[in-house]
């Protein structure tokens, strides 16, 4: 199996600090990638939660556990 395949989606954008980061084992630099994709995903997440209350009637809502 092709390792080199998995990183195919980290090639742009935020993902080029991370691998560049890997490759000269510096850990600043993959932070620089890592951080912000990470923000971007909560921020994602949000955005789905919030669509998900606007969409789903409140009688098919999960009730949280107590």
């Known amino acids: 199996m092709n390792h080199d395949l998995a990183y195919r989606g980290l090639e742009g954008g935020y993902g080029q600090p991370i691998l560049a980061g890997i490759r000269l084992d510096d850990v600043g630099l993959i932070l620089q990638g890592a951080i912000p994709a990470a923000l971007l995903a909560l ?14 009637p409140k009688g098919l ?6």
């Open 43 to 56: 921020l994602v997440q949000g955005v789905f939660e919030l669509a998900e209350l606007a969409v789903v």
């Open 61 to 66: 809502r999960l009730k949280p556990l107590e």
